[in-house]
């Protein structure tokens, strides 16, 4: 696995904070084996850890036919699924995914501090073990679902959402007072139903920081759900409003070049 970099921003909770609330984000294990990750987070001291899906590998994995509009792009872009489909096949066996990974990665984080998950689309298939699992070791998993969370004297409603489902659940969510909080995997739905919505920090992944890195700005050369040289690949938009990790594992045949895997350390003031 690669080495990996530690990100840290700052969110204003516009609650004059007597001490900040550390959060480590976390995302897209994808059953890989993170314990640096793990051995980090253990160093950075939070006071809550926020996973934001694809933790699990729970899914129909054959490339699915992406019909682009533009003919070379949509070469491009297809070029890119079926063949790291193939070249996947061909990974070593430590390479691959794993859930005991996970399920050792979890056990050691709800020690660290609390833990809150939501899904990613690589979870459509979770099973029933895997919820069982969640519920034993002491992971809140948040599937279109919120809570109220207090740490100290910092108060907000916490809200996980996730690919498929939310339609119902997300305006009842919106309308809640407080400070909003919204683990949310593709940073695409933010754009797309929530950047006017007044939820004050939505944490997301999925992209893996565009795989490879082009340019002294970092630009993504192939983002999922953005395709090719997608805007939300990794950082912070929206004025602050977003961020989004480059995730935690590499997963595709393909090296992370110039495009490190990611903790995301937040301390809210």
Not at 155 to 176: H, I, N, R
Request: aromatic residues 10%; charged residues 25%; neutral net charge.
């Amino acid at each position: 696995m690669s080495k990996f970099i530690i990100t840290r921003y700052t969110a204003d909770s516009k609650q004059h904070l007597q001490q900040p609330v550390r959060i480590a984000h976390v995302s897209d294990l994808h059953e890989r084996n993170c314990d640096d990750i793990m051995d980090a987070i253990k160093k950075e001291h939070p006071d809550l850890i926020f996973i934001t899906g694809d933790t699990f590998e729970r899914y129909d994995n054959r490339p699915q036919y992406e019909f682009e509009r533009r003919p070379l792009k949509r070469v491009i872009i297809n070029t890119i699924h079926y063949s790291n489909y193939l070249l996947t096949m061909l990974l070593p066996p430590k390479a691959k995914a794993d859930d005991e990974n996970v399920r050792r990665f979890l056990k050691e984080a709800v020690t660290v501090a609390p833990v809150y998950m939501s899904l990613g689309n690589h979870e459509q298939k979770l099973q029933h073990r895997d919820y069982r699992f969640l519920c034993d070791t002491g992971v809140t998993l948040l599937d279109n679902a919120d809570i109220d969370l207090k740490v100290r004297d910092f108060q907000c409603v916490l809200g996980g959402m996730s690919c498929w489902g939310y339609e119902e659940w997300l305006p009842t969510f919106l309308k809640k007072d407080g400070y909003k909080i919204l683990l949310c995997h593709k940073p695409n739905q933010y754009a797309e139903l929530l950047t006017d919505s007044g939820v004050d920090l939505t944490l997301s992944g999925h992209t893996h920081g565009g795989q490879v890195l082009i340019g002294k700005k970092g630009v993504g050369f192939f983002v999922p759900g953005q395709g090719l040289f997608g805007k939300l690949a990794h950082g912070r938009f929206f004025d602050g409003r977003l961020i989004v990790s480059a995730g935690c594992a590499n997963t595709v045949a393909c090296p992370r070049f110039f495009n490190p895997r990611e903790l995301v350390m937040i301390v809210v003031i």
